[in-house]
């Protein structure tokens, strides 16, 4: 019994120690306790309750395309700070320093079991995945691309943090301006594939996010333009259960398909592969 009682207090203090230094984590839904080298085998999903931990871009690199490899385009467009937001640069030199991207997005041309795409995608790290001026940009360019070289372009997002306030109209006008483009896309019979993460929000998710000829969305990603809490209090109601996750917009038509992150490669895969297969002329009868 005193051995006991005195290996209690020091397993506590080895748990709370390997959690401090990161070797475990706490799953955000369930409350499990995860070993993350099993979590980064399983694609960062929670094996006792299937929930999907937050990813950066670079894990989504490597799960959807051939090799993990992007040939990136439009290197070293940095935002400038055009209405001189107070600690507006300290804050993007630190999120480029903590993150080690230029900005909130790659993009460039890529491979799907060997199709061919333009791929671009966000990440929450960076600003909580914002909509600044390049990132709009980077958005538009690569539209473009998609257009001139007439190739799917597959669109992940990650972007809780919508249009970026620091911005002000500079971020907003990325809203229209995107939306072009991949209208454009679609006038060409180009595909374009929404791929939505958790979170996806306000001037993102009003703009090139739900535009997609196919909108696929991870379990559970808050999806939306106001979270519910600022509804709810707007509103003075209390909203459905599971208001603007990716269930319930499936259910209501806004998204196609709900997808684990498991099943994410080959189902985008067989997407494109009916998207982008020739359709024949049928043939005329004598």
């Given at each position: 019994?005193?051995?006991?009682?005195?290996?209690?207090?020091?397993?506590?203090?080895r748990?709370?120690?390997d959690?401090?230094?990161g070797?475990?984590?706490?799953?955000?839904?369930?409350?499990e306790?995860?070993?993350?080298?099993?979590l980064?085998?399983?694609?960062?999903?929670?094996?006792?309750?299937?929930?999907?931990?937050?990813?950066?871009?670079?894990?989504?690199?490597?799960?959807?395309?051939?090799?993990?490899?992007?040939?990136?385009i439009?290197?070293?467009l940095?935002?400038v700070?055009?209405?001189?937001?107070?600690?507006?640069?300290?804050?993007?030199?630190?999120?480029?320093?903590?993150?080690?991207?230029?900005?909130?997005?790659?993009?460039?041309?890529?491979?799907?079991?060997?199709?061919?795409?333009?791929?671009?995608?966000?990440?929450?790290?960076?600003?909580?995945?914002s909509m600044?001026?390049?990132?709009?940009?980077k958005v538009?360019?690569?539209a473009?691309?998609?257009?001139?070289?007439?190739?799917?372009?597959?669109?992940?997002?990650?972007?809780?943090?919508g249009?970026?306030?620091?911005?002000?109209?500079?971020?907003?006008?990325?809203?229209?301006?995107?939306?072009?483009?991949?209208?454009?896309?679609?006038?060409?019979?180009?595909?374009?594939?929404?791929?939505?993460?958790?979170?996806?929000?306000?001037g993102?998710?009003?703009?090139?996010?739900?535009?997609?000829?196919?909108?696929i969305?991870?379990?559970?990603a808050?999806?939306?333009?106001?979270?519910?809490?600022?509804?709810?209090?707007?509103?003075?109601?209390?909203?459905?259960?599971?208001?603007?996750r990716?269930?319930?917009?499936?259910?209501h038509?806004?998204?196609?398909?709900?997808?684990?992150?498991?099943?994410?490669?080959?189902?985008?895969?067989?997407?494109?592969?009916?998207?982008?297969?020739p359709?024949?002329e049928?043939?005329?009868?004598?």
């Open positions: 019994m005193f051995l006991r009682k005195n290996l209690r207090p020091a397993r506590e203090a748990k709370k120690l959690l401090k230094d070797l475990w984590l706490k799953c955000e839904s369930c409350g306790i995860l070993y993350r080298r099993e980064d085998q399983s694609y960062w999903i929670c094996p006792k309750c299937g929930f999907h931990f937050r990813v950066g871009h670079k894990t989504y690199i490597k799960l959807l395309l051939d090799e993990g490899k992007l040939e990136e439009d290197k070293g940095v935002s700070d055009p209405l001189r937001f107070p600690k507006y640069k300290e804050k993007y030199k630190t999120s480029r320093k903590k993150t080690g991207m230029e900005e909130g997005i790659v993009s460039g041309r890529a491979e799907i079991q060997g199709m061919p795409v333009i791929f671009a995608a966000t990440d929450f790290a960076f600003m909580g995945g600044g001026s390049v990132v709009g940009e538009a360019r690569a473009r691309l998609a257009l001139a070289e007439r190739k799917p372009f597959v669109m992940l997002t990650a972007s809780g943090g249009a970026r306030m620091q911005e002000g109209i500079f971020s907003l006008m990325q809203m229209a301006k995107t939306s072009a483009e991949v209208g454009l896309l679609k006038q060409a019979q180009i595909p374009y594939i929404n791929i939505l993460t958790h979170p996806t929000m306000a993102v998710m009003a703009s090139f996010a739900s535009l997609g000829d196919v909108i969305a991870e379990p559970g808050l999806l939306g333009f106001t979270g519910p809490r600022v509804i709810e209090q707007t509103i003075g109601e209390k909203l459905p259960p599971g208001f603007q990716s269930e319930f917009l499936l259910e038509g806004f998204v196609d398909i709900v997808c684990s992150r498991r099943e994410l490669r080959e189902t985008l895969a067989r997407i494109l592969s009916i998207l982008t297969e359709h024949k049928p043939s005329s009868q004598t």
